[in-house]
């Protein structure tokens, strides 16, 4: 693993922008960095990554309030329903719209009907800073849901960002280490929030426990941690 | 800011599945109590109590006052409650009894004060100065820094902890007047206590209430139908009962509360005596 | 004359802070200087309400609760000092018609805590992601009868000072210039330049611990996500 560089707000970021001699032309800042007066500064504390081709550069944080982003998926709960669709609780600073049409197969006279307090697995499909976001519960290109849709029968919980984040990548070592010993299922929202069933109870209490417990534990003592609530269970 | 959700639907329904089977959603045991923590100091009477996730911190502090013309010979005792937005997202304190007091501060903070004046903790004669002139005025100041469910049972343990641990300066009255001297001086002397009331909460949820589980999470609290706290003391006394609305409980059901409130108050005034450098008694 | 905790001078008081303690704000930070004490716990960006909803940036609301009593005169003070040096630091234009909100409670007042309450806001700030121009740091001297100058004093001093002045500064402002000023009673312009250049060293200082602090949350976070 190569050195880590670790940012707080304030410091200035060295780009060097030359790849073979050449100058790179343009430069693309990602998240925790801004153009301030004539430096690239971060704003956020976290890690400074950049593309090895040194012309993107980001900074990876955990937070624990959303702040939407398009195309990412998150679990959202229904909080009211008006006439052009429905508004969804995201954990943003606004709540998203969820069109009555935004669901497969869905059409003028056959929708899906859902209570407030409705789970609902969804994808941002509009999002910035200057208008409330909007999800849908489909791909609007295939129009298949590819997963998205109403939640049913689990049980939901809330984490960081950043392990929402780690969840999302089909290595996270927790996951493995429980899917190698049990079955579950998971919709993992980049909103810090976790949907999952399994058949008991008892087996759902575990494995959101094992899931939030792994905040600060690295593959190993994921590992370790899970064996350690199954022999317990 | 608009107030915080209620829990979705299926965190309802799984909270009362799971129970259904003795399995509440932190993985504690149905009479399981959350990891009491209690610091005291630096300053005295500062004691800040973690149960669990919720964090409360006490204060009290004296000054002296003219008493209140109709009790020349006793002190005051004053309380402020203070659940704002530190605790919880979308909550406003009133700032000690406002007029936009949200219910909940109102709730805890009559019950803070009913433990302690009512069941007359605070000796408050002995707080008197010169009758008629001068007396304490206690202060207790209840601050919630983060609400993660049972509140109450942690500010009562902060409340009656941080009581005992003040130390108020000391006063040698001479004829007409009263000399109160510098704790540089003359050690302070700590306030005449009677008896040291804590509370054990029970939430009970399902539609006839009849899941019962001890010092509720925040979720529990959420979709709870009924609530009850007992108050004890160390000699097993029942200082207060509080059952507040939401649904009719079986007699029974509270009588097996109170053998789990009894064992668990013991724990909690240990825990206490503890912190505050005591043995057990 | 000694100092009443026998200090040097120049010495400020032991610094210690914990970040992230708490579970339901976005962010939060516990900042002490000694036996001043403050805990600040962060939203935001969250939704505002209508009337302080701003078009263009986030609005940043302050309330700081005293450790004894009802909040007064001087607790609204800090609060407006922790608005002023926050206001323009923080990237609100990122976030517009939402509402970062700054909760601060004392824990312990023993002098200086003004200058605490700016340091715990901008350690909670970072801990909730907020996105910030730079870092910010404040610290406070006393001006004594005697005329000696000392830094990070307790509240006894303070009661017995000439003048009082607090500082603070941002961790890429040119030329050291600050972004925050705060000077009580009478004083000298010599004496100002000299607490001056004293609190700017402090907050050096200031701030160099809390890049550490924040560094070690940071790698303790990304050394497992790098797994």
Known sequence: ?233 | ?281 | MSRPDRREHEQIRALNCVLGQLTRTDGSAQFSSGSTSLICGIYGPIEAKLYEEKIDRAHIDVKLRPAIGLPATKDKWAESAVRKTFERNILGHLHPRTLVQINLQVKENDGSVDAAAINATALALVDAGIPLRAMVAAASCAVRKDGEIVVDPVEEEIKKAMSTHTFAFSSNSPDDNPVYVDSRGSFTMDQYDRCFDLCAMTVQRILAFMRTAIEGKVAKESQISAV
């Open chain 2, 1 to 281: 800011m608009v107030a915080e959700i209620p829990p979705s639907n299926i965190e309802a329904a799984f909270v009362l599945d799971a129970l259904q089977k003795n399995i509440r959603v932190d993985g504690r045991g149905i009479y399981d109590y959350r990891a009491l923590r209690i610091s005291c100091g630096p300053a005295p009477g500062m004691v800040e109590v973690q149960l669990g996730q919720t964090r409360v911190l006490a204060r009290v502090s004296c000054e002296v006052t003219r008493p209140a013309p109709e009790r020349p010979t006793e002190g005051i005792v004053l309380f402020s409650c203070e659940l704002g937005s530190m605790a919880a997202p979308g909550l406003e304190s009133g700032g000690g009894g406002g007029p936009r007091a949200s219910a909940q501060e109102v709730a805890v903070s009559r019950m803070i004060e009913r433990i302690i004046r009512q069941s007359r903790a605070i000796d408050t004669e002995a707080l008197c100065i010169m009758a008629g002139i001068k007396v304490w005025t206690m202060r207790i100041d209840l601050h919630f820094l983060d609400h993660s469910g049972n509140l109450v049972d942690a500010a009562a343990v902060a409340t009656i902890a941080a009581l005992r641990h003040f130390r108020r300066p000391d006063v040698t009255v001479d004829g007409e007047t009263a000399i109160i001297h510098d704790p540089r001086d003359r050690n302070p002397v700590p306030l005449s206590i009677h008896h040291t009331p804590v509370c054990v909460s029970f939430a009970f949820l399902g539609a006839a209430g009849d899941l019962v589980v001890l010092d509720p999470s925040l979720l529990e609290e959420q979709t709870q139908a009924a609530a009850f706290t007992i108050t004890l003391n160390a000699h097993r006394e029942i200082c207060a009962l509080n059952k507040a609305g939401g649904v009719p409980l079986d007699a029974s059901q509270i009588g097996r509360c109170m053998q789990v409130a009894v064992a668990k108050s013991d724990e909690l005034i240990d825990a206490i005596n503890a912190a505050l450098g005591l043995n057990k008694s």
């Open chain 1, 1 to 233: 693993m190569t050195d880590i560089k670790v940012v707080i707000p304030g410091d200035a970021v060295d780009t060097h922008m030359e790849v073979d001699g050449q100058e790179q032309q343009v430069l693309r800042l990602g998240p925790g960095l801004s153009h301030i007066g004539d430096t690239i500064n971060a704003v956020n504390a976290g890690v400074l990554h950049s593309s090895s081709d040194g012309s993107q550069y980001w900074v990876v944080s955990n937070k624990r309030r959303y702040v939407a982003a398009e195309g990412e998926p998150v679990v959202g709960v229904v909080v009211a329903r008006h006439a052009e669709g429905y508004r969804v609780d995201i954990g943003s600073a606004h709540d998203a719209l969820l069109p009555l049409l935004a669901f497969e197969g869905a059409t003028k006279r056959n929708k899906p009907n859902l209570a407030v307090g409705t789970t609902v697995y969804a994808r941002v499909s509009v999002a910035n800073s200057l208008m409330d976001p909007e999800i849908e519960c489909f791909n609007s290109n295939t129009g298949k849901a590819e997963g998205f849709g109403e939640l049913g029968e689990g049980f939901m919980f809330k984490c960081s960002l950043g392990l929402a984040r780690r969840l999302f990548s089909s290595k996270a070592p927790v996951l493995n280490a429980l899917g190698s010993k049990l079955p579950f299922e998971v919709a993992v929202g980049l909103n810090g929030r976790v949907w999952i069933n399994t058949e008991k109870p008892e087996t759902t209490v575990l494995v959101a426990n094992a899931i939030k417990n792994s905040e600060f534990l690295d593959a190993k003592q994921c590992r370790q941690m899970v064996n350690e609530l199954l022999d317990k269970h």
